[in-house]
């Protein structure tokens, strides 16, 4: 099993920064591909960002260029810097851990960005 825990979410200001982190516990082997994920209030869960036990990268274009995210293979530990903040990057955003055709949330960290 598997437990994903989230922090970092709060209230800023648009152009605002956070950094949220995810810290995997459990059965890892850092094969895993990790990821964030957010959901706004009436809208689908979306990808923000993921992460391969390699280290590529892949972003969705709205935060190409303003969000940044990287792991600690030692602390199985997931970051997500977020920079230049908008309204619109207001939503849960959830940590998301995929091994194979299996795959694990956390329970998802609140981020506002007041305009």
């Known amino acids: 099993q598997v437990q994903l825990v989230e922090s970092g979410g709060g209230l800023v200001q648009a152009g605002g920064s956070l950094r949220l982190s995810c810290v995997a516990s459990?059965?890892?082997?850092?094969?895993?591909?990790m990821g964030w994920y957010r959901q706004a209030p009436g809208k689908q869960r979306e990808l923000v960002a993921t992460i391969t036990s390699r280290g590529t990268t892949n972003y969705a274009d709205s935060v190409k260029g303003r969000f940044t995210i990287s792991r600690e293979y030692a602390k199985n530990t997931a970051y997500l810097e977020m920079n230049s903040l908008k309204p619109e990057d207001t939503a849960v955003y959830f940590c998301n851990l995929k091994r194979g055709l299996n795959y694990w949330w956390g329970q998802g960290t609140q981020v506002t960005v007041s305009s």
């Open positions: 459990g059965s890892i082997f850092s094969i895993e591909t």
